[in-house]
């Protein structure tokens, strides 16, 4: 299946009703959509990026479909400044190509604002795979269906069965012969 897949990319994932958890983090090799926020000289802020990405994201996907971004409390280490903060971002928007929820959790940087530039680049990798994948199932199913075995015609049936006849000849000629030399 498609979905399983696409989903196969190293990630923790559940699927769950109508929503794909997708809990992951972007490795170095695959920071390559848009800037780093603020880190390098790369002339964009945090907040620039941020709408540089979600500006792509409106241009690739539509903005029919609503992104909802929550904050909510991460876990794990940190201690009482990960308890009371809520830094975590959740992202969660409609995929028409899997049609399913997205669901995007970060909780990568110890900052509100890269952790929604980590998780707004998850989203749009995601949602990227899942057009690609459609695009490829249907070229699948149209080369599937150009390879599909056609009828005879006539005369082709005709010079299959003539072929068949001079085969068994043949070998009937064999066995005969085989026959007689035994006896």
Known sequence: MILSKWLGLGCN?????????AIRSL???EESLGASSSVGGSGFTGD??????RRILRERHGSEYPLREYYIKGTGPGGQKVNKSSNCVQLIRYSP????????KCHKHRSLLDNRIEATRILLRRLDQA???QSRALRQAEEKSKRRILKLTAAEKA?????KQLRSEKKSIRRRWKAEEEY
């Open 13 to 21: 994932h559940r699927y769950k009703g109508d929503y794909i958890f």
């Open 27 to 29: 490795s170095p090799s």
């Open 48 to 53: 620039d990026t941020l709408s540089e990405l």
């Open 97 to 104: 190509a899997l049609g399913v929820n997205i669901v995007v």
């Open 131 to 133: 057009v690609t994948a």
């Open 159 to 163: 010079r299959k069965k003539f072929e």
